[in-house]
């Protein structure tokens, strides 16, 4: 373990990609848990349409055990419908059936168009494409998540929380202090709060439904990927996730609802970053919540250090490997249905991965791994498409997958690597 583990290369890259390519928007848990909070094991639509319940560890849909493989594409709230449109066709083509997208922007004056200028203060027009993208993703029978905020600072995240209220701008993660304080700040929370109530209780302008009227929202997730550094205990995050989760929870109770942290177990005694208590984050007490639905994970070995010679597998395939086998078990243990919701490799010759082939045989095994061990869902990091050009969207992070049969495409084998994958995980569900 490093002394500064690699955070993902994501969160600096976004922000590049939402200067060059943002686009003004065009005007125009348990079973027990949800029947506490008014929700049901079945639920449905005035028009029929089920919402993905979860229930004794497993999703369900219409009564049937649910199953999927699916993706990310965060950009959908940002971009234009020709973008938007390009991406979940070429999702829906795949045969992927649930999309991870934000469901933030905060603070003006960003290269980004912002959904929340200012604290408690919202641009409605700017909402233009993300209420397309939930009125897209349900012609196409698409289920989406989507996070509230981000721990990173593209697109403000919980660092402009802490700017608004607290006049601490210094932006750069460091020892966690100034970003903490977005989890016991007063008017953070009731910042946050409030963005949340208008977010899932907004009439969609495309589908006239409010957010938690609409069954194409599987699941909101409080945060991408919380830390709380400054804590290692996890008390913070634990306190701040506990009371976060039933207010999320009493304004969509027929909806899923996740954490959207990266699965880090928190072990005062572990030497291996991902299981120590370095980021103050304890997955197995966050799962356990009732208000959780199921447990999210993230895979990025390489990110994290785990490399040939380092951390306990043999190489970033194999400790991939064993860390979603292991999430899946103690996700069954709690009776809590795991997704793998992030997952992803760099080409890089001197981190085992040095080439596709070598990346197809990683993602195989680790869906293999999905699949055989009983995760409910696996999504890789990332799906995008064509730009307003009609050029493809640039690889800003060496993450980026393209659906295209085009024998230039490099990620052409891999995209039919996961939608061989997604047919496998229905097909296990029937």
């Not at 020709?82 to 059936?97: E, F, P, R």
């Not at 304080?181 to 929370?189: G, I, K, L, Q």
């Not at 070598?358 to 993602?363: E, I, L, N, T």
């Not at 409910?376 to 307003?388: E, K, M, N």
Request: charged share 20%.
């Amino acid at each position: 373990m490093t002394d500064q583990p690699r955070t993902t290369g994501r969160r600096t890259l976004i922000a590049a990609a939402a200067l060059g390519l943002a686009a003004t928007p065009l005007l125009g848990g348990t079973a027990s848990a949800a029947r506490a909070l008014g929700g049901s094991d079945d639920r449905t639509t005035g028009d029929g349409r089920s919402f993905v319940t979860a229930r004794d560890g497993e999703l369900r849909l219409a009564g049937r055990r649910f199953r999927f493989g699916g993706t990310n594409c965060y950009y959908l709230h940002q971009q234009s419908h020709y973008m938007i449109d390009a991406v979940l066709n070429d999702a829906a083509a795949m045969g992927l059936t649930v999309i991870r997208a934000w469901a933030f922007a905060d603070g003006a004056g960003h290269s980004y168009r912002a959904l929340q200028p200012a604290p408690f203060s919202y641009d409605e027009a700017a909402f233009d494409s993300l209420d397309y993208a939930v009125h897209k993703a349900g012609q196409l029978g698409l289920r989406l998540v989507l996070p509230l905020v981000n721990n990173w600072p593209d697109y403000g995240g919980m660092q402009q929380y802490v700017s608004w209220f607290l006049s601490l701008s210094d932006d750069s993660y460091g020892d966690g202090v100034h970003h903490d304080r977005f989890y016991t700040d007063a008017n953070c929370r009731k910042a946050y709060r409030a963005w949340a109530k208008h977010v899932i209780q907004r009439r969609n302008r495309f589908t006239g439904l409010r957010y938690h009227e609409d069954p194409t929202v599987m699941a909101w997730e409080l945060a991408n990927e919380p830390r709380c550094r400054s804590d290692k205990s996890g008390a913070t995050l634990l306190g701040w996730v506990r009371e976060m989760s039933a207010y999320v929870k009493s304004l969509a109770p027929r909806q899923l609802l996740a954490v959207g942290d990266e699965g880090f177990y928190g072990r005062a005694d572990a030497a291996d970053y991902p299981y120590s208590d370095y980021e103050g984050s304890d997955w197995l007490k966050l799962t356990a919540l009732p208000a959780v639905d199921y447990g999210t994970v993230h895979v990025y070995p390489q990110n994290w250090g785990e490399i040939t010679g380092n951390g306990p597998g043999s190489n970033a395939t194999d400790w991939g490997t064993r860390w979603i086998t292991d999430h899946v078990a103690d996700g069954r243990a709690l009776g809590k249905p795991v997704v793998v919701e992030e997952f992803g490799l760099q080409i890089d010759a001197g981190r085992d991965i040095p080439d596709t082939a070598a990346r197809d045989a990683a993602y195989r095994a680790w869906t293999g791994a999905a699949l055989d061990s009983g995760a409910a869902g696996d999504q890789f990091w990332l799906l995008t498409s064509r730009v307003d050009d009609g050029s493809f969207y640039p690889d800003y992070d060496g993450h980026r997958i393209v659906w295209d049969s085009d024998q230039a495409n490099p990620t052409r084998t891999t995209a039919q690597l996961f939608a061989a994958h997604a047919r496998a995980m229905a097909d296990s569900a029937r």
